[in-house]
């Protein structure tokens, strides 16, 4: 179950298209990181941008190097 969670929360971390179809673009109200990348690009902030970029890769990273040790947890458990 908290694998399955964790990969939906790395899928959200790279939405982009539905965030902006949907929600529209509000800035400081539906701000996602994946947006706020994809301004930053727009308005030539690319240093700021590259930073995001990192934190969003570090984020999901992590994410899924716990879901890899829940599921070797599970294995052993077995």
């Known amino acids: 179950m908290l694998s399955g969670i964790l990969l939906s929360f790395c899928r ?3 939405e982009f298209g539905a ?3 949907v929600a529209g673009y509000i ?4 701000d996602t990181i994946s947006t706020s990348i994809y301004f930053l690009i727009q308005d030539g902030r690319t240093q700021m941008a590259v930073y995001l970029a990192v934190v969003n890769l570090f984020i999901g990273l992590v994410a899924l190097l716990v879901i890899q040790l829940l599921g070797k947890k599970d ?3 077995k």
Do not use: P
């Open 12 to 14: 959200a971390l790279g």
């Open 75 to 77: 294995v052993i458990n």
């Open 27 to 30: 800035q400081n109200k539906t």
């Open 19 to 21: 965030t902006l179809m």
